[in-house]
């Protein structure tokens, strides 16, 4: 489970006594980066620094903790044969039982988390658009769901934000910085005029369209005879949740488009993070923890 707020202050609800235990440094290779953490009461846990051996080594450690009724620990842990496990690299972990205090950092720095996601809007909620929310709540993102109809904007998951609007293609010019965009109304003129908005968005990582290799070629040519740029047409992916398999899948069930389409759409917005990221100005300056030594 994404930790969130809500499901932090649902837990402590539930178990007044937990230990939060956070990974304060990493060493090499890991299955969590440094500053994961996940909540432990006696009998209960939400959140994942890993998994595997190690976090059931912090598991045991944390309840340790708890029946002792001390406030802290600490553990470093090799991952390597010692534990069971074969990352080959070394973390430290901080147990502390949670506070008010603690609970505020906590919470802080979820939001500060939850903020930072990149954007993903779906243009039309059938069922496609319906599937494709439910893939995408799950994943470290913010969802939002556009469309004409708002009786349509319903059943959606508690965390992904709906817009009901007459001008959906209006929702693309003002959409954060970075934010992928996912067309697929029930009305092809509408497809195309949200999607010709989006081609002009250079920042967006992602454009994507349902539909197949004859809305593409109508799409093309609506698009070149309104006078937009056909160098613009390379970067939308038309049909969504292609990338994987070239030649389909055979397979056009809403939830199975969706996991194609939300696996696609993660590795669009992480290629370019890793391009922005190669295009920052280098710097001396090292914070945190190193990776991959």
């Known amino acids: 489970m994404t930790l969130s707020v809500p499901t932090l202050k649902s837990f402590l ?39 595997g051996a190690l976090e059931y080594m912090v598991i045991d450690r944390a309840r340790q903790v708890l029946r002792a009724g001390a406030h802290s620990d600490s553990l470093d842990i090799p991952l390597g044969p010692e534990i069971g496990q074969c ?20 919470a802080a720095k979820l939001d500060a988390e939850a903020a930072a996601r990149p954007h993903v809007y779906l243009f039309g909620s059938g069922h496609v658009g319906h599937a494709l929310a439910r893939a995408l709540s799950a994943l470290p993102l913010r969802v939002h769901v556009v469309d004409t109809r708002p009786d349509e904007l319903t059943n959606l998951p508690d ?29 092809h003129a509408l497809d195309f005029l949200i999607a010709a908005e989006a081609l002009q968005r250079a920042d967006a990582p992602y454009i994507g369209m349902v539909g197949s290799k004859t809305k593409k070629a109508r799409f093309r040519s609506w ?20 990338a994987a398999f070239p030649q389909g899948i055979g397979d056009k069930r809403p939830e199975v488009i969706a996991a194609l389409a939300a696996a696609e759409i993660l590795v669009h917005i992480g290629a370019r993070e890793v391009e922005d990221l190669k295009a920052r100005p280098a710097t001396t300056k090292k914070s945190g923890a190193v990776v991959g030594e």
């Open 13 to 51: 609800t539930a178990n007044a006594a937990a230990i939060v235990a956070e990974l304060t440094a990493v060493r090499g290779s890991s299955p969590r980066e440094a500053g994961t953490f996940m909540l432990i009461s006696e009998d209960a846990q939400v959140g994942t620094i890993g998994g």
């Open 87 to 106: 990352c080959g690299g070394r973390v430290d972990v901080a147990l502390k039982r949670v506070t008010a205090a603690e609970v505020a950092r906590l």
């Open 159 to 187: 965390n992904v934000e709906t817009h009901a609007v007459a001008m959906p293609e209006a929702v693309v010019r003002s959409a954060p910085l970075g934010s992928g965009f996912v067309i697929l109304t029930h009305d």
């Open 223 to 242: 698009y070149l005879g309104e006078g937009y740029p056909a160098a613009a047409l390379d970067r939308l992916v038309l049909p969504i949740g292609g």
